[in-house]
């Protein structure tokens, strides 16, 4: 009996060994199309895990991964001693609730309005115009964000002095306090066309018989939008809602960075922007990796959840 | 996109009875979108303005639509007899050109072998997806590109971002909406995957071929911070971006303050020209290219996007 099962497990553990072989033979001209690649990924995207160990070290880039010293948690401890790395987890989600809050926002009010718009030819200027400062640089964004805000001859300034809102020019990047709704605002202004992209599709999918029905009952536009509309996008609301708090330790570094300087640092200073000016600059190699860990450990914690939370409610998850 | 639009049909009974509500929603709605387009253009407007204006006359400030003493001065000081800026312009048109091409390649390769529901290795496809939600950090990767010898190489623009996991996930869902009717007679015939690839896969993918494209391309014109970690010391491989970025934070760490003090100008008073002015022209010319490559970028990337949409 035993021997006879034996059999019968090398005989369909080879069989499939065989066709895994045979399939890769079949198949080698697919290989060659994708594993150069895929190595590309590993190396890439995966191999720098293996700087982890730096974490755990006193690393010097001369001696390398293998000569440094081991410290154990040393540089975890420090991380939660120094008051700089704590003010940064605060600016990361501080910036980052406001960010996504303002952003979402903001994207699904401009696709119900642009839903509405009936003249089609404005539709599209208004689209084209909107979805522009997305494919711009962060570089030119910012520069573009400092011509606006400054406070000699920007034309927020002049506007807000001109309305008796404010009697002295505003130095808004120069400020601390300022920082988060200049991050917010100028994130709206680069992406909300773009992001409103994916919402004004799903409203296209709309059954026009619902919306039929709804005049028949005598809902006013209002009342469809509310009762209608909104509804109708509710699952890309919540799927979108779900991958932007997956988002939530990743600020932006590049925006982030461009509009921080010495004036506004204790706002500014978000992770990945201690990690750049502090750890790298400087040279403290293993305490930003050590860092660096913590933010991605939490980014992966996070991202699992809501990937998690989405499969359980619409049934897909990213991943 | 073929699919009945509601709106026609609503328009037909909304302007029967077009009711107040109708009418204040409308005027909300016209006006906002008018406000955004404003919002949106006028700092573009307004950069342009400046970098067409005198420079010590733009620190007068009030300028907004147009230039009010014009000149060319401060383009011609940045891209005639300044060696560095044409090296940059130099390096940034080489990295978008062959990081588009080798990137596209790279794409459309790896998205049609995962793409094959007979495919071997098909289990691989969330290691992908992971890389676009993870990374292993800046530092460790920082000294993975020295271990590699990376550094100070144009290389490093080119090669980690070849491959990405978000333009393969989306011509990925393109080509497998190709009917295999298409692919079936080839393979009868016993002709090779890389022929069904390039010969057939190919020209009908041409639409997102051309959105992953000019992605690509954008993302490589718009770079700026691989240049500065890795090859910020080099003046041979600095890119228009980075040269910008360095202007914007010298000008930013003066900040608050009114920073705009004329520029020893070097030769003569005619050349004057102030870390602003440069600063507006160079934001111009770094944001030209993708103006222009924009509105056929356009006609493409609403497909494509809504197409490949958010799934996995």
């Known amino acids: 009996m035993t021997v006879l099962n034996e059999n019968i497990r090398a005989k369909t553990s080879l069989n499939r060994k065989d066709t895994i072989w045979k399939k890769i033979v079949k198949q080698r001209q697919l290989l060659v199309l994708s594993v150069p690649f895929m190595i590309f990924v590993l190396v890439f995207n995966y191999l720098p895990i293996w700087g982890w160990i730096m974490a755990f070290q006193k690393f010097v880039p001369g001696k390398g991964i293998f000569g440094s010293e081991f410290v154990g948690l040393a540089n975890f401890k420090e991380a939660f001693t120094d008051s700089n790395f704590i003010n940064a ?128 009952d005598g809902a006013g536009r209002i009342r469809r939008i509310i009762s209608v509309t909104l509804p109708s996008i509710m699952p890309t609301i919540k799927l979108m809602l779900i991958l932007n708090l997956g988002n939530l330790m990743n600020v932006g570094f590049e925006q982030v960075y461009l509009l921080s300087n010495p004036s506004n640092i204790d706002a500014s200073r978000t992770i990945d922007v201690y990690i750049y000016t502090y750890a790298l600059r400087s040279g403290r190699l293993s305490y930003g990796t050590a860092i660096g860990i913590f933010n991605s450990t939490v980014a992966i914690t996070l991202i699992n959840i809501c990937n998690y939370i989405s499969k359980k409610i619409d049934g897909y998850g990213i991943f | 996109m073929e699919k009945k639009n509601g709106h026609g049909m609503l328009s037909k009974i909304g302007y029967k009875r077009m009711t107040v509500e109708d009418l204040f929603l409308d005027i909300f709605i016209y006006i906002s979108l008018l406000f955004l387009c404003v919002v949106t253009l006028y700092p573009f407007i307004n950069t342009i303005a400046y970098s067409f204006n005198d420079a010590i006359d733009s620190v007068r400030g009030g300028i907004y639509l147009w230039p009010r003493q014009f000149t060319l001065r401060n383009y011609e000081k940045i891209l005639v007899g300044n060696k560095a800026i044409s090296q940059a312009l130099f390096i ?76 393969i996930m989306f011509m990925r869902s393109y080509i497998e909406g190709i009917p295999d009717s298409f692919t079936e007679a080839a393979k009868i015939d016993g002709a090779s995957e890389y022929r069904i690839l390039f010969t057939i896969i190919f020209p009908l993918s041409l639409p997102i071929v051309a959105t992953i494209t000019l992605f690509v391309a954008v993302q490589q014109w718009n770079a700026w911070f691989d240049t500065m970690i890795y090859n910020g010391m080099n003046p041979k491989l600095t890119t228009l971006q980075y040269e910008l970025q360095k202007l914007l934070t010298s000008a930013l760490s003066i900040a608050a303050s009114d920073s705009d003090a004329v520029l020893a100008s070097g030769d003569s008073q005619r050349a004057a020209v102030t870390p602003m002015s440069i600063r507006t022209a160079m934001t111009v010319i770094s944001v030209t290219p993708i103006l222009f490559v924009y509105p056929f970028l356009q006609k493409y990337f609403i497909r494509g996007l809504t197409l490949g949409g958010v799934k996995g």
């Open chain 1, 89 to 216: 987890i605060r600016n990361t989600l501080l910036t980052s609730i406001l960010k996504i809050s303002t952003s979402f926002v903001s994207a699904i009010l401009l696709a119900l309005m642009l839903n509405e718009v009936r003249a089609r030819l404005f539709k599209r200027i208004v689209q084209t115009i909107s979805y522009l400062p997305y494919f711009i640089s962060w570089v030119v964004a910012v520069s573009i964000v400092y011509m606006v805000l400054s406070p000699s001859s920007g034309i927020v300034n002049e506007i807000l002095v001109a309305l008796g809102l404010i009697k002295t020019p505003i130095a808004f990047l120069g400020e601390g306090k300022y920082f988060y709704g200049v991050v917010a605002l100028s994130n709206v202004w680069k992406n909300v066309g773009w992001n409103a992209i994916i919402y004004l599709a799903a409203m296209t999918g709309i059954d026009p018989e619902i919306y039929e029905s709804a005049i028949m």
């Open chain 2, 92 to 167: 940034s048109v080489s990295r978008t050109v062959i990081g588009g091409f080798t990137g596209v390649f790279a794409t459309l390769c790896v998205a049609y072998v995962l793409s094959r529901r007979d495919f071997v290795f098909r289990k691989v496809t969330p290691f992908l997806v992971f890389t676009m939600y993870f990374s292993g950090g800046l530092i460790p990767t920082f000294i993975l590109m020295r271990d590699l010898r990376l550094i100070n190489t144009f290389w490093v623009y080119i090669l980690p971002t070849m491959v990405g996991a978000y333009n």
